[in-house]
T-cell receptor, first 113, second 113 residues
Framework: EAQVTQNPRYLITVTGKKLTVTCSQN?????MSWYRQDPGLGLRQIYY???????DKGDVPEGYKVSRKEKRNFPLILESPSPNQTSLYFC????????????FGPGTRLTVL | EDQVTQSPEALRLQEGESSSLNCSYT??????LFWYRQDPGKGPEFLFT???AGEEKEKERLKATLTKKESFLHITAPKPEDSATYLC??????????????FGKGTHLIIQP
């Protein structure tokens, strides 16, 4: 089954404790992206990657890091999480960029205390 | 700054009562406009991509249209299962190639039996 998976689905952590949210897709897609979704603000793009070793900032990259060492994986790293990073995070992928059908993962709900 | 505004924020309809959702955009050069559906607790699900003014696309009870300033998502004879949040997003041309996506805040649609 074609899908984007994220882990963990739920995470409660404390300020400053480094964490990684994994994202993996099994569709051999070149394009992958991370979004955060907050009430009243909608979906905002954090980082995206057009291909392996190619990443670029979205609208809200501050406080986040990403890497794309393999085509199927695109982890999101929070080196020193803060409470304002409490949010619902989505990973997405598509075959050739955001103009094509993006498949979204199920989401990761992160709470930073 | 690129902007995407969706209206109304929320809409409650009776089953079978047709209506339209609006997405107005202010961008420097539109590459594509997208409609997604999002159910509670899930990731967005792709519906349509529109590329140029005058373009229309249909899927079951949904029809998306595009002008130079806005897009409409028309819902004909909706059913309760059409209840969801509908998201609009745009991608713009940039000098260096593909940019990320900018999403609107969504329209929360409720269809009452």
């Amino acid at each position: 089954e074609a899908q984007v998976t994220q882990n963990p689905r739920y995470l409660i952590t404390v300020t400053g404790k480094k964490l990684t949210v994994t994202c993996s897709q099994n569709m051999n897609h070149e394009y992958m992206s991370w979004y955060r979704q907050d009430p009243g603000l909608g979906l905002r793009q954090i980082y995206y990657s057009m291909n392996v070793e190619v990443t670029d900032k979205g609208d809200v990259p501050e406080g986040y890091k990403v890497s794309r060492k393999e085509k199927r994986n695109f982890p999101l790293i929070l080196e020193s999480p803060s409470p304002n990073q409490t949010s619902l995070y989505f990973c997405a992928s598509s075959v050739g960029g955001p103009v094509l059908h993006q498949y979204f993962g199920p989401g990761t709900r992160l709470t930073v205390l | 700054e690129d902007q995407v505004t969706q209206s109304p924020e929320a809409l409650r309809l009776q089953e079978g009562e047709s209506s339209s959702l609006n997405c107005s955009y202010t961008v420097s050069g539109l590459r594509g406009l997208f409609w997604y559906r999002q159910d509670p607790g899930k990731g967005p699900e792709f519906l349509f991509t529109l590329y140029s003014a005058g373009e229309e696309k249909e899927k079951e009870r949904l029809k998306a249209t595009l002008t130079k300033k806005e897009s409409f998502l028309h819902i004909t004879a909706p059913k309760p299962e059409d209840s969801a949040t509908y998201l609009c997003a745009v991608q713009v041309y940039s000098g260096g190639g593909a940019d990320g996506l900018t999403f609107g805040k969504g329209t929360h649609l409720i269809i009452q039996p």
